[in-house]
């Protein structure tokens, strides 16, 4: 079974952990789910997000600043009351240096069963990292561009069957500000080459308006900058209330 | 540029030496380096490639380098010393040997645009330098504070049309420029990203260090001309992320009697908390699209690494040399601040030769290594001091 096929589109929201306070997480958790937000991602922090933005970047200098870490998060995780899937995401350094063993036995404790970690590829994660995945049934989400070719696009599909396929909607890091300009026709086919895997698109997304876009190609979409953005100037709420 | 293939020098079809380096990057860059790396395959050997590259080596560079005997280090330490005068390049440091080299791939691929990561401000200047003789617009990153240290090289960039930007994130220094010339090829994959060192994504390490490797080919046709043998006994180089150290050490790596010594910034101390000496200092892990030895915490942040010398503070290493080192091949030692500040000023006042703070590590060392009167010892002089007088007018 696979927690991210739904019959109606859904809507992910992207938080980096730990911030505007370390213990924000598990009120913020409560908030997007209450909301109605289909899944949660969380960010786990690190010192030099090279794929991501200014915002993130700033929110995960805070971050570590409040002093968060992976011992940390797992254990508000733990305690968390909701039961909306998380899935997280970071880079590869803080969760080799935590251990990568003790990290996918941790997210099994916690069920958390999807991970993206944007700096492994799929041929490092077939190479190094695909079998303790599989031995703590933790399953990896990989990252398309529109760039992608056919052949890996299905190649990824086939591997995330359990997670979903996360479209970047353009060549740019998170919260860019380019105006979302999707090619519907080619999302539309890259859409048919996941075949039953669902599709996501993130990197971008701001608005209604944005989200209904994405909703016409695939089956969800991904906001984290404008989120966090929302958050830092107290209006998180307003905003939710914004997408919907 | 006859390139040996080596189990030190070659990584593995993922850009592997060993267990270190990789390509970690995010499938937004991916098209891009696999583009590189096949088009790199395809040229390299080409002979219009090579005729290219080795004639702008020489009549536009000044290669080959010389390899000068100095006397007074050699009766001091009672031994032959020799340095390879990488500081009489043009632009003053090895960094244009690959600046070159790849703002050719540049061309050859159709780039228009160039983006580039500078410490010192030499990597900086050489491809400026580059980029207006192929007439490429050129984009260097920069960290706000290496921009106040190394004011000369950031005028010398501007003057050659390149568009310095600072980096203001982080410790607003190498690191940190890296991050954001990373940034920005993301945001802008049509622009060549020309990289400064052995360091990032495959298949960069492998190319800087064969660009680089021109400095131990000359050494060692130099070194077979004045001693009879093209061995030396010791070759010392600094390393920062490595990329005087890769070219310097690389026709060496199969010659079991030619001890490789690398030199990394103590800074204040190894033990100050306030130095850039990776190896001994670092543990494993992923900066900047490869798997190697870095300064992080115990939940894998990195640290931000402390060095006088802006060309030397980068918390991670190249993975070849990563490598090398836990393999035993490659010695690492360590030099302070003020140890690399008086071995400056010791080549200026003995031989006139002012040498960069880089590169006045690696003279240092001669003072903290076991030396026998038998020993040819070759250090990589990367680069002058011009840019460093500011420093050294604080200190002298």
Known sequence: ?244 | MELRTTKHTRPDEMGFYGEYGGAFVPELLRPNIEELEKFYLQVKDTPSFKEEYITLLKDYVGRPTPLYYSEKLSIKHSCSIYLKREDLNHTGAHKINNALGQILLAKKMGKTTVVAETGAGQHGVATATASALMNLKCIVYMGEIDIERQAPNVQRMKFLGAEVIPAKSGSKTLKDATNEAIRYWINHPDAYYLIGSVVGPHPYPMIVTDFQSIISEEMRIQLLEKTGNELPTKVIACVGGGSNAAGAFYHFYEEETVELIAVEAAGKGLKSGASAATSMLGSQGVIHGSMTLLMQNAHGQIIEPYSISAGLDYPGIGPLHAHSIKEGRTKATSVTDEEALFAARELTKTEGIIPALESAHALAALDKIELFKSDIVVVNLSGRGDKDMATYKQYF
Not at chain 1, 29 to 37: F, K
Not at chain 1, 45 to 55: H, K, L
Not at chain 1, 95 to 118: D, H, R, S, W, Y
Not at chain 1, 188 to 213: A, H, M, Q, W, Y
């Open chain 1, 1 to 244: 079974m696979n927690v991210f096929v739904k019959k109606h589109k859904q809507l992910s929201i992207f938080t980096t952990a730990g911030y505007p306070n370390v213990e924000s997480l598990n009120d913020q958790i409560s908030v997007l789910s209450t909301q109605g937000v289909d899944f949660i991602e969380v960010g786990i922090p690190f010192s030099d997000p090279m794929a991501d933005g200014p915002m993130i970047q700033e929110t995960s200098r805070i971050a570590l600043k409040n002093g968060m870490n992976l011992e940390i998060l797992f254990e508000q995780l733990s305690m968390r009351k909701m039961n909306i899937p998380i899935v997280m995401m970071g880079y590869v350094n803080p969760v080799i240096a935590f251990g990568l063993e003790l990290f996918l036995k941790k997210c099994q404790e916690v069920k958390v069963q999807t991970v993206i970690l944007p700096d492994m590829s799929l041929e490092i994660y077939e190479r190094f990292y695909q079998s303790l995945f599989e031995k703590y049934k933790v399953y990896p989400c990989f990252l398309i561009t529109p760039k992608t070719d056919d052949e890996r696009i299905q190649r990824i599909a086939k591997l995330c069957r359990k997670s979903f396929v996360y479209l970047v909607s353009s060549n740019s890091t998170t919260g860019s500000k380019n105006d979302l300009s999707m090619d519907k026709k080619l999302f539309k086919r890259i859409k048919e080459l996941c075949s039953t895997t669902p599709l996501f698109i993130g990197f971008g997304i701001k608005t209604r308006r944005d989200v209904e876009n994405v909703y016409e190609v695939a089956d969800g979409a991904i906001i984290g900058s404008a989120f966090l953005n929302a958050i830092s100037k107290g209006t998180e709420e307003q905003f939710l209330e914004s997408l919907y």
